[in-house]
């Protein structure tokens, strides 16, 4: 029989769980915090200035040209919103198949989803060159004809796809936090403090009536949201496989970006969630190694899955008989952009190797290594699928190099300060871990004081 | 009109499974309109207090099916009546390339509607409403009975509360 392990370390009472994870909201920051927000913000600063003058000179600022029309803006684009996916994996997913582990991770994960999505979101509004006129991408009723947006684009598939993502995985999330800014607002020692989170909390009372209709809409979102992230990430490789470029003119992209997601997705939420443990070490107790360890099962299941599907991609080129189709992977693998045909490799799919071994998954250290090359990795591999598919098409006439700028460079590290910054005031500021979630499951895995074992 | 907040007697425990014991009980005793108050959603509490599965779900079909349809004929609309061009000599309805906004559509409107919904029938957001006590979104569990309830006496209920293992009972004045 396989034991069922205790979700949360020692012997807590409910009081001393909401005592806590209230704890970050209701102290004055550390001094650590305090330098990380600094320098987060500083980034933010720097990112904001570079937008500004990217935005006010041009986009020629930017390394596309003809023929690599698509650079960091789209690749950095698709690797955010590629990150988000793991914290809907997380909440809603996981939530379907009972998994209850999730509950101590759900919070700040779906945070993640949030502010990846929001980061990412931006990249596009710059891209178009104009971003003054963005309006234009939303259907509305106009004189100009009127003239509607074109349906059958799937970059207009990839507005309707990230703006509904964007919405239901903040509603989700707000929905998740209204009990516990009503908890919060219930130990306000200030007045205003009250009235905050008092007004978030939209006045919750949490009777019985409230419960049974907030747990069915809370299953219905997480019903909802899972084919709706699925369907994210399948649109935004469409806006590659609906092309007829070689390279990127294949079926296997929904299956193959949506795993991708998911893995670059659990990188990123093992790197925070180590730095959380150690920033706030009371939460140790609710995020345990058994939580990372689970998370790195999966970041192993998933970084094997791409690499099937780049071995995969490689023997259809090959397989197809096309010329094209076989120079470009070719192409990839030993042409110009060799390099970082490898490093997408050795990262995704080498690296994440080492988890094979239980002391591996086990260490904070080196889960923390890996999941930096994994986000590394991830990024690259929408590089390698981006540019190199660009930079040499069907005619040797029209091959050409990404001219790679430092304002490219700003922009890919600026957003990092964004993402960065209102992650760390979220920490501070909305509780990080659910509270209300989190106590149905004291006492999964631990002997109970009503007798025998609980299984949840 | 029906009066914004209600008095009534409230009992407190500080265990989740006695609080549903002590509903069931309740029940079998004859209360209709009471209710429990705890901070995390209790198992076994709906069936223990009576509450009817939710019908949210009805909601949120509907609103599935109407945020597919708006989805599917607004682009038709558009293709077709509004804004006909012949691309390549297609069909004008080229309904698979209608899929992904139809599909998106449906879910958000779905979701939106879902949680519109749970709003309303919880009566939120409610400024500044009365709170019996800090504990009960912490650690605290309570069975509350409003002065609604049939044959409601305070001093009856009290003595209920206290019986079925209440640790404290209390009487409010609105909640």
């Known amino acids: 029989m396989i034991e069922r392990k205790p979700l949360i370390l020692g012997d807590k009472t409910y009081k001393e769980i909401t005592d806590d994870i209230c704890e970050p909201v209701e102290t004055k920051p550390g001094a650590g915090w305090i330098a990380l927000f600094f320098s987060a913000k500083m980034l933010l600063l720097f990112y904001l200035v570079s937008i500004g003058i990217i935005v006010t000179t041009g986009m020629g600022l930017l390394g596309v040209n003809h023929p690599v029309g698509w650079g960091t803006m789209i690749v950095t684009f698709v690797f955010w919103i590629g990150i988000g996916h793991a914290g809907t994996l997380i909440s809603a997913i996981l939530f379907l198949f009972r998994q209850k582990w999730r509950t101590s991770v759900a919070r700040s994960a779906e945070a993640m989803t949030v502010f990846a999505v929001m980061t990412a979101g931006i990249f596009p509004l710059i891209h178009t060159g104009r971003p003054w006129l963005d309006f234009w991408l939303i259907p509305y009723p106009n004189q100009r004809g009127p003239l509607w947006v074109n349906f059958r684009s799937p970059l207009l598939w990839d507005v309707f796809a990230v703006s509904t993502y964007a919405t239901v995985s903040m509603v989700f999330w707000y929905v998740g936090l209204v009990p516990d800014f009503a908890t919060i607002r219930d130990r306000a020692k200030t007045k205003l403090r009250r009235n905050i989170y008092g007004a978030l909390s939209l006045g919750w009372r949490g009777t019985g009536r409230n419960w049974s209709h907030y747990e069915m809409v809370y299953l219905l979102l997480a019903g909802l949201s899972t084919p709706l992230v699925l369907s994210v990430h399948t649109i935004v490789s469409f806006d590659f496989a609906v092309s007829t470029l070689p390279g990127w003119h294949t079926t296997i992209f929904p299956p193959y970006f949506v795993a991708g997601a998911i893995f670059s997705g659990f990188g990123m939420v093992v790197t925070l969630l180590t730095l959380v443990r150690i920033g706030f070490p009371k939460f140790k107790d609710y995020i345990t190694i058994d939580h990372m360890e689970a998370m790195n099962k999966i970041i192993m299941a998933t970084g094997m899955m791409v690499g099937y599907a780049y071995a995969s991609e490689f023997f259809i080129a090959w397989y197809s008989g096309v010329t094209y189709e076989k120079f470009a992977f070719v192409n990839r693998a030993f042409g110009p952009y060799w390099w970082a045909y490898w490093i997408m490799v050795t990262c995704n799919v080498l690296i994440p190797q080492i988890f094979w071994f239980k002391w591996a998954r086990r260490s904070i250290p080196i889960m923390f290594v890996v999941s930096i090359f994994v986000n590394i990795g991830m990024w690259f591999e929408r590089f390698v699928i981006t540019v190199t598919s660009l930079h040499r098409d069907y005619l040797p006439s029209n091959w050409g190099m990404y001219a790679w700028s430092r304002w490219d460079a700003a922009i890919l590290f600026g957003s990092f300060g964004m993402f960065l910054t209102i992650f760390l005031l979220y920490l501070r500021v909305f509780p990080a871990i659910s509270i209300a979630e989190v106590k149905p499951v004291l006492y999964v895995g631990k002997k109970s004081k009503h007798g025998g074992k609980h299984h949840g | ?175």
């Not at chain 2, 449906?106 to 879902?114: G, H, P, Q, V």
């Open chain 2, 1 to 175: 009109m029906a009066k914004k907040t209600l008095s009534g007697v409230v009992g407190f425990w500080s265990d989740d499974h006695e609080i549903v014991a002590a509903a069931h009980k309740m029940r079998e005793a004859g209360y209709k309109y009471f209710d429990a108050i705890t901070p995390f959603p209790v198992h076994g509490m709906e069936e223990a207090v009576g509450i009817k599965r939710s019908f949210i779900p009805y909601i949120t079909f509907i609103a599935a099916v109407t945020g597919g349809c708006v989805g599917l004929l607004f682009q038709y609309w558009v293709a077709v009546v509004s804004w006909p061009l012949n691309i390549g000599g297609k069909p004008l309805f080229s309904a698979p390339a209608f899929i992904p906004v139809t599909f998106e559509l449906t879910i958000l409107f779905a979701a939106l509607s879902s949680v519109v919904a749970m709003f309303a029938v919880n009566k939120l957001p409610k400024i500044n409403p009365p709170i019996i006590d800090p504990d009960l979104t912490s650690h605290k569990f309570a069975l509350w009975v409003p002065e609604t309830e049939p044959g409601y006496s305070p001093e009856k209920v009290e003595a209920f509360l206290k019986q079925l293992g209440a640790e404290e009972v209390r009487r409010v004045a609105e909640f």
